[in-house]
């Protein structure tokens, strides 16, 4: 059973920054994509960015993309997300996820997700 822990979220002001951590573990830990979605609320839970974790390949939604980076660790089995030029839409919820079952090198959507981390609020103030 693969758990995950996020960490790093945290209130910060327009323009500012964090680093959103999430550590995987669990016997023989193994993905094809991790990804960082996010839910604010009354809103669905939206993609923002994901990373092959073989390749290190990286996509991101286009809200993000410039100002998000996600990165691996693969020695650690951790993920991160650095949040940068943050706007206060970005405040959400924001998960990591696992991609474990292979679907045909596909990453956007939340349901080719198999585990789960339990979310990290950020809240950028205006």
């Known amino acids: 059973q693969v758990k995950l822990v996020d960490s790093g979220g945290g209130l910060v002001q327009a323009g500012g920054s964090l680093r959103l951590s999430c550590a995987a573990s669990g016997r023989s830990f193994s993905t094809f994509h991790m990804g960082w979605f996010r839910q604010a609320p009354g809103r669905e839970r939206e993609f923002v960015a994901a990373?092959?974790?073989?390749?290190?390949?990286?996509y991101y939604a286009d809200s993000v993309a410039g100002r998000f980076t996600i990165s691996r660790d693969a020695a650690k089995n951790t993920v991160y997300l650095h949040v940068n030029i943050l706007k206060p839409e970005d405040t959400a919820v924001y998960y990591c996820?696992?991609?474990?079952?292979?679907?045909?090198?596909?990453?956007?959507?939340?349901?080719?997700?198999?585990?789960w981390s339990q979310g990290t609020q950020v809240t950028v103030s205006s």
């Open positions: 996820a696992a991609q474990q079952r292979y679907n045909s090198g596909s990453y956007y959507y939340d349901y080719e997700y198999d585990n």
């Open positions: 990373i092959n974790w073989r390749s290190g390949s990286t």
